[in-house]
Each structure stands twice: as C-alpha cells, then as structure tokens.
C-alpha cells in the first residue's frame, strides 16, 4: 500500500536567479534593465514550447513591479478593454499571436503612445514577428522592436538544471538517471522537470530512494503526443 501525501513544498516563483541562462545572457540583461523605471525599450522574445518564454516575462513582471506599474497579459485570455497603458509602467504580453483583432488593434495603438507615456513593452510569442499571424500594421510595429529568439539549453545544461531542481526538492538522483531522462524524456525542460516531481511523489509515497523503475514509471505518467496544445509552456 502506498502512502498518500500532501506536496506541502511550494513550487518557486519564476524569477531570474532560477532560470538557466544558457547561451541567453545577453536576453536576461536586457530583461533585467527593462525592468527598471525610465526604460522604455520594446522587446519582443520567440522560441518554441517549453524555452523559457514564458519564465522571463513572469521573472521581467516581478522584478518590475517593485519599480513601475506592470500590466501582465496573456494573448489568449485578453480583450481589447484589458490593453490599459501605464503611464510609466510596462506592458507585458504572452501569446502575442493568439490576440484577437480587437486587442491587435489596441496593442497598436498602444505602440503608437508608448514613447509619449514613458511605456516599456514585452512581447513574446512562438514564431519571429514576420511569420506572426498578426495585422499587418501591427506585425511591423512588432517587427520593429528589440527582437530575441530565446535559445534552448543543451544537454548539460539541462542536466545541470534538472539536478538544481532535484536538490530544491530533497530529491536524490544520480547522474545514470538523470542520462536516462534526456535520452528517453521529451527534450523541453518544464517536461523534464515534471518528471522529476512525479518521481519525487514516488519516493514519498513509497518511502523509496529514487531508482530507475520510479523514473520509468514517472516517465510513463507525464509522456504525452508532442502536438498536445495542453502540455505547459
């Protein structure tokens, strides 16, 4: 019989000191001054699923905020009434592609203001500005900003992440496993590290030390179809 437990451990916020900088240090030092008030740079971040995207806007937002207003948006969940520009704040934007044309039309007109209002903006999305199914006018407008693609980590970064997030849970796991995880796990990190979670759940409820039948196991929960639109960002 297994034990059921309560993961009373909190995951960590986003922020820049626990992301995996990489070959993106250049990006993370231009994120960090955007955060500062009086800079008024527009950026625009693209990658695939699971690069990071999405963890530097959050960290970006969080440093911000103890600085300037921040309004944080997602493209997929944002009306044209959300796109409010604070005065000498900054705009974040998540899924710039999946706005709907009335937010397009008002995030360009917000591009229009921003230098006037002393507005930074960030923008990310999952392809470069040109191929972005966006209107025209506003696809230039973002074609025109500080363009990133955020690079993915290699293997040993990778490795050397997932053995960070292991040790941020009490979880013990050697460098055979976690070879077995690259080699057989999906290659973007947040589904490598949700493998590690579930295994760090067998090792609880089980009152096991992490071993190579837990991580298949674990691998077998949290494998899904690559095209799954369900599978976190």
Known sequence: MTQLLLDLRPNQPPSFD???????????????????????DAITLWGAKGCGKSHLL???ATRAMRRRP???????????????????????????????????????????????IGL????????PPAKLKLREDLRTRIGQ???????TLNDDEKAAA????????GLRVDDGLVRYLLAHGRRDLPSLMAVLDHLDRATLERKQHATL??????LQLTLVPEDDESHPV
């Open 18 to 40: 626990n992301f995996i900088v990489g070959e993106n240090a250049e990006l993370v030092a231009r994120l960090r001054l955007l955060a500062e008030p009086g800079c008024f």
């Open 58 to 60: 959050a960290a970006t």
């Open 162 to 169: 997932l053995r960070r997030h292991a040790l941020e849970r």
């Open 120 to 127: 930074g903006l960030l923008l990310a999305g999952h392809k």
């Open 145 to 151: 900003t500080l363009i990133y693609a955020v690079k």
């Open 70 to 116: 921040v309004l944080l948006l997602s493209g997929c969940r944002s009306t044209s009434a959300d796109f409010q520009a604070p005065p000498g704040g900054l705009l974040i934007v998540d899924d710039v592609d999946a706005l709907d044309e009335g937010a397009q039309i008002a995030l360009f007109r917000i591009f229009n203001t921003a230098r006037l």
């Open 213 to 218: 039948p837990l991580l298949k196991e674990a």
